[in-house]
């Protein structure tokens, strides 16, 4: 996958309220593809529903040592998922879920409910493993 057109990073930038989702700093931001890249890319341009804000600490950590509670939050998608619009983000400094737009730099609010529904349907068991590696996380302050 190549890397976001100047718009589409921007746009999430802004859409993202310029702070990381994981821990809501405003500097040292970096667009954080949500499924891998992989070596050697492509000439694939990412959509809007394809990136997210992180820092660049946590953006590193999503792919080496946070990467259950990545997957559990919505900040990395599996590469076999075809449509990432359909795998809810979570913004921890909002304590708020959202489906991203693959169209344009919009974000929908949806209930806690909804996202888990959404994203056990999506990973089945393998969500409720991530989901309490993030939670137990949360409790040991792993951010």
């Not at 309220?17 to 667009?31: A, F, I, N, R, T």
């Not at 998608?77 to 449509?83: A, E, G, P, Q, S």
Request: aromatic content about 10%; charged content about 20%.
């Amino acid at each position: 996958m190549a890397d976001p057109t100047k718009s589409v990073r921007s746009g999430t930038y802004q859409r993202d309220g310029d702070h990381c989702l994981c821990c809501g700093v405003e500097q040292g931001l970096s667009y954080q593809h949500r499924q891998a890249v992989g070596m050697g890319g492509s000439n694939f341009r990412p959509t809007w529903s394809e990136g997210i804000t992180a820092c660049l600490p946590h953006n590193e950590r999503f792919e080496r040592d946070l990467q259950d509670m990545a997957l559990a939050f919505g900040w990395k998608v599996k590469n076999w998922v075809t449509d990432t619009w359909r795998v809810p983000v979570y913004d921890l400094t909002l304590d708020a879920w959202f489906l991203l737009s693959g169209i344009s730099p919009r974000r929908h609010r949806i209930s806690r409910s909804e996202a888990l529904m959404l994203m056990d349907e999506i990973y089945g068991v393998r969500h409720s493993a991530w989901w309490a590696a993030a939670q137990a996380g949360l409790r040991t302050g792993v951010l």
